[in-house]
């Protein structure tokens, strides 16, 4: 697990990595304010130990900041002396947790550990209730499918971070949760009866808005999780996806006919990461197709079902595309 020392005094810094480093903790350092922001939203650091005196931008105003951007929540402990008017607007602002200064390499390590195991419960948590949701249906869709998907969308992803219409947004952290995210995009068929999710022939027009009901059902699935537990903001990225990835650039997609860039990116990747695997793959409704004849469908939608930036980006990697969609 990373840990990010945002500490000014160069000694203070110095000792903190130490300390770390002595117990095989991977750290990151950063001595202002910008930078403490620049690591944590390319790295994505699970813990950050937290000056409150930075330059260029205050600890506050820092955690301000990552609070209103992160995807998943940032566990942040603050480093100060006892001071009840530091410890009370550090707590206001979002901070996790404090430590004393000067610091104690015993008592920064309890800290750590105790952080350590509170990430691990939420994610726990968040795993147990999401299977609790699904007892009651059931899942019709293979792991080898959702393995590509989540491995298709992190070649995009990874692609469209060194672009300059999307580099700003596409960090290491939006990575990271669009990979996780991307697997529960159909979650949502599990409520789906066999009837219709199955059918072989041509859909009547009652079926096919059953069918399309699968987006409003993961997205809604996604919600009671990620409302009881809200620090896993990954939860909304994923209920993004559930809800749009069948939207189409041209506006003509499903469930509400978002255009363009109104359809939102996490969901616009995993669209094509979604049709590419369907096309290659062999499913009871329709044989598989070659990786050359997907290709083209995939090429003559640009514009049209995909956004033309991710089609490129598709290109770019077809090769990776390739190796993927032939994993045994």
């Known amino acids: 697990m990373k840990v990010l020392v945002a ?44 000056d409150i005196n930075m330059p260029d931008m205050d600890g506050f105003s ?36 404090f430590i004393s200064v000067p610091i104690r390499k015993t008592e920064l390590i309890y800290r750590i550990k105790a952080s350590e195991k509170v990430i691990s419960n939420q994610e726990n948590q968040t795993v147990i209730y999401a299977l609790a949701q699904l007892t009651e249906t059931r899942d019709i869709e293979t792991g080898r499918h959702l393995e590509r998907i989540g491995m298709y969308t992190k070649v995009i992803a990874t692609e469209l971070k060194n672009h300059p219409i999307y580099k ?24 789906i009866e066999d009837a219709v999710l199955r059918k072989k022939g041509i859909y009547t027009d009652e079926e096919r808005k059953t069918m399309q009901a699968h987006t409003i059902i993961g997205a809604s699935t996604i919600d009671k999780v990620a ?11 994923a209920s993004e996806i559930a809800r749009y990835h069948h939207e189409k650039w041209d506006g003509t997609g499903y ?74």
């Open 7 to 50: 500490e000014s005094n160069q000694k203070h810094r110095d000792l903190l990595v130490q300390y770390l480093e002595e117990e095989q903790i991977q750290v990151l350092t950063a001595a202002d304010g910008q930078k403490a922001l620049e690591v944590w939203s390319n790295e994505d650091p699970k813990i950050i130990i937290m």
């Open 62 to 97: 820092i955690i301000e900041e990552i609070r209103r951007r992160e995807l998943d929540h940032t566990y942040i402990i603050v480093a100060t002396e006892h001071e009840e008017v530091i410890l009370g607007r550090s707590f206001d602002v979002g901070a996790d947790d």
């Open 168 to 191: 700003e947004h596409v960090t290491s952290q939006f990575i990271n949760h669009l990979t996780l995210s991307s697997v529960l995009h159909d979650i949502g068929k599990v409520g």
């Open 227 to 237: 409302d009881k537990y809200p620090f896993m903001g990954f939860l909304k990225m």
């Open 255 to 328: 469930p509400e006919g978002l255009k363009g860039e109104d359809i939102p990116l996490s969901a616009r990747i995993v669209a094509i990461a979604d049709v590419f695997d369907a096309l290659i793959s062999e499913r009871y409704y329709k044989p598989k197709y070659s990786f050359e004849e997907s290709k083209r469908i995939i090429l003559e939608s640009s514009g049209k079902h995909f956004d033309p930036v991710i089609v490129e980006a598709f290109l770019k990697h077809e090769a990776e595309f390739y190796a993927i969609a032939h994993l045994d």
